[in-house]
């Protein structure tokens, strides 16, 4: 068993926030996944002892940011590389506080979703906490950072983001199938249904 | 609530595997992850009316393999874009059986994962699937496919394998902190622990 099959696997790079009496805290994660679309729901897995799954665990809220490629490395490195019992990680960042008073960060980030836990799953080493999306925002339109990127960013590669247009397409927002057919979008039939999981078109997003 | 927010979460780009009572399925999905690394377990959200998520839920076991960015469309679209009830998916496909049975993909893949489903938590219209891994293998060191690079594709961009050579790095296996210190890694003291998580320098790979 090669355990470094692992690593294929991918994830994105984001600063998970939360905030328990009146005391802030965020740590660097990479496991957030949309789970259900009715409700919007999401997971998130942190390691136990992080003091941010601590006061997640009290505070039953969390807020997500998500990296772009153009992050600085300093960003990942104050959220991501030591612990908030130690140092106050806000102290020289730019932030602001969502609707549930957690902190979210807005320079060097595409994205930011607040959540209220519904369910912790304990995983043994790990907390997996599942939460409904409580309020969420697209903040620019830059890619998001990949782990890949990441250790590209680290090995001193210089990350474009990509710049070129990219083609309109529809997506099932329930099993992610496209829809590039020839005939636009807006001109199917009213009972047009997902070819995947026959949902309907109410369901489907530009993207 | 602006909820073209959560396509900003990255994902890669799975085919999922199963094997009950003869017969054999799979689908694509896009939410894989490490959960634990002791044991080492997975994550897997599945739409509950996907013929392979009813199939694992009577097998209680699946494979993954790893899409990676030189992967046909082809391969997405036999495995993505229809259902297992109306035909056999793999009918002009060549695969392996893992230890478990499970149908595997070596093709346009670079690694596959063997996993036996240890819970699954009912999400309302879909199931997460959290599943021991029992084998595992890395069978080239081709880039994963991520789900950007995916509509790339399907929008007709070339995306072509990196070929330069990393920097060689450890990454701890428990909170991903990744040592790149002047020292090298093997002539850290045995002591040595995690700055992050406080583990011992034998949880750390190489990457």
Tied chains: 1, 2.
Excluded at 101 to 114: D, E, F, K, Y
Excluded at 182 to 196: A, G, H, M
């Amino acid at each position: 068993m090669d355990q470094t099959a692992l690593f294929s696997l991918t994830y994105g790079m984001y600063i998970l926030g939360t905030e328990f009496d009146g005391k802030i805290n965020a740590c660097i994660v990479n496991t957030v996944s949309q789970v259900t679309q009715e409700p919007v729901r999401v997971s998130v897995n942190v390691i136990k002892n992080n003091y941010t799954a601590e006061l997640i665990n009290k505070s039953k809220k969390f807020s997500v940011s998500v990296l772009s490629r153009n992050a600085s490395l300093d960003t990942v490195m104050n959220f991501g590389y030591s612990s908030g019992r130690d140092r106050n990680k806000f102290e020289n960042m730019s932030y602001d506080t969502d609707v549930q008073g957690c902190p979210i960060i807005r320079t060097g980030c595409n994205a930011v979703i607040s959540c209220k836990v519904f369910e912790t799953i304990d995983l043994g080493t790990h907390y997996m906490f599942i939460a409904d999306v409580v309020d969420c925002e697209k903040t620019n339109n830059d890619d998001s950072m990949t782990y890949g990127d990441y250790r590209d960013i680290k090995a001193g590669k210089q990350i474009d983001s990509k710049s070129e247009e990219k083609k309109e397409m529809y997506e099932c927002s329930i099993c992610h199938y496209i829809y590039d057919g020839e005939t636009s979008f807006d001109e199917l039939p009213d009972d047009y249904v997902c070819p995947v999981c026959g949902q309907p078109k109410s369901v489907f997003y530009k993207i």
